[in-house]
């Protein structure tokens, strides 16, 4: 079969080779990928950067967000059937730790990550374990089903706090960014604020549903709400803040613009020794959440049911670009070039 791999530890090196096709094992599924989406981990693997050099061992198939039909059962799996349309949780739990045990998959300490710690998606077929493996609901779009994943980065992070009546504010208006703008709504936030630096995604951002942008190149959270604060309504600082960019300085900025009491979900993966006034946190009691993918599998329900009630529509404009696999070359570097929102690689 043809899989996109890292061939070696350089930047770039991206090959598309010809690999054996995977076999399931007992508790696995064979599926055959039809769609794959481009996420910024696999950028950083792409630009071969310090967090990648210290984590993938080349060569490896890379990729963790797809959708694809089942072909093949393994001789221990009952609840999936081959001809499914199915997507798959990316994050592979040891099923023997306290938190497997007690139903907190996502707190496993021995978390493989697919395409990351092992090869990933990228190719023509694949095995994933039955349990990691999502039956879709084939009403949905097959595009937006490539990108659960991320969707899911978005329900557990926006989900995270309780938003109902709460004034938020996102930082980063990538595709995780902009997927939790929609989520927010339906949870009942009064007000979305959303900062990025890149005028195209902060457009779509006020498309999606947000109630101010602002763009912290041109003026800083601060100003923006020393003049816009009595018209939003926010009086003390934001009651919940989203970090989705993994940038140091939007992050100290949530920070500061917090109210007391003030509650952060830390998704964007920010430089380990990036700053933060501690004195914030402790003084203004503010409560900071770390969030790794996707809660096992309780966000998948409620994702799911988000998109049976038409968030499928609403988020369709992310995906700005599809390429043939075979054009993995030129995907890449528009996914790295940041003027794109979703990009997808079609497979069959
Ligand atoms: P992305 O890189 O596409 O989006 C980040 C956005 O932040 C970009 O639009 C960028 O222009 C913007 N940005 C840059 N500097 C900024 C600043 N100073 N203020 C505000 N915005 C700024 O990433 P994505 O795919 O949407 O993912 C968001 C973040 O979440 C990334 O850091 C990613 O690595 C991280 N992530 C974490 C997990 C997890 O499980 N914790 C999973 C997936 C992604
Ligand atoms: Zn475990």
């Known amino acids: 079969m043809k899989a996109i791999v890292k061939a070696r530890a350089v930047p770039g090196a991206l090959e598309l080779r010809e690999v054996p096709s995977p076999t399931p094992a007992a ?12 996420c910024g981990t696999d950028i950083h693997i792409y630009k071969w950067d310090e967090w990648a050099q210290k984590t993938i061992k080349t060569p490896q198939i890379i990729g963790h967000e797809f959708v694809g039909k089942v072909l093949e059962v393994g001789a221990g799996v009952t609840h999936i059937k081959p001809g499914q349309l199915v997507s798959g949780e ?6 023997g730790c306290r938190h497997c045990i007690t139903g907190s998959l996502h707190l496993c300490r021995q978390t493989i990550g697919v395409g990351v710690n092992c090869d990933g998606v990228f190719s023509e077929y694949i095995t994933l374990p039955a349990s990691n493996t999502w039956i879709c609901d084939e009403k949905i779009s097959p595009y937006i089903l490539s990108m659960l994943d991320p969707l899911g980065n978005a329900t ?13 504010l996102v930082t980063g208006a990538g595709p995780i960014g902009l997927m939790s703008i929609p989520i927010l709504k339906r949870a009942g936030a009064r007000n979305i604020v959303v900062t990025d630096i890149n005028p195209a995604r902060l457009d779509m951002a006020k498309q999606l549903g947000a109630t101010a942008t602002i763009n ?3 003026q800083s959270l601060e100003s923006y709400l020393s003049t816009h604060s009595s018209t939003l309504n926010i009086k003390e600082g934001f009651d919940i803040g989203l970090e989705m960019s993994g940038n140091a300085a939007a992050f100290l900025d949530m920070v500061n613009a917090m109210a007391n009491g003030g509650k952060i979900a830390l998704l964007g993966i920010i430089p380990s020794d990036a700053p933060i006034d501690w004195n ?11 969030i790794y993918g996707r809660q096992m599998y309780d966000t998948w329900y409620r994702m799911a049911a988000l998109l049976q009630s038409g968030l499928d529509k609403e988020i369709e404009p992310i ?24 990009i997808i690689l079609e497979w069959s």
Request: aromatic share 8%; with cysteine.
């Open 280 to 290: 914030k946190v402790v003084f203004n009691s503010l409560t900071i959440k770390g």
């Open 216 to 218: 912290v190149r041109q």
């Open 156 to 168: 557990h992070t926006a989900l995270a706090f309780n938003i109902l009546g709460e004034d938020v």
């Open 319 to 342: 995906i700005t670009h599809r390429f043939h696999y075979e054009q993995f070359d030129e995907a890449f570097a528009c996914a790295s070039s940041g003027e794109s929102g979703k």
């Open 90 to 95: 990316g994050h592979i739990v040891c099923g």
């Open 27 to 38: 508790h696995e599924v064979l599926i055959q990928v039809t769609k794959t989406a481009i």
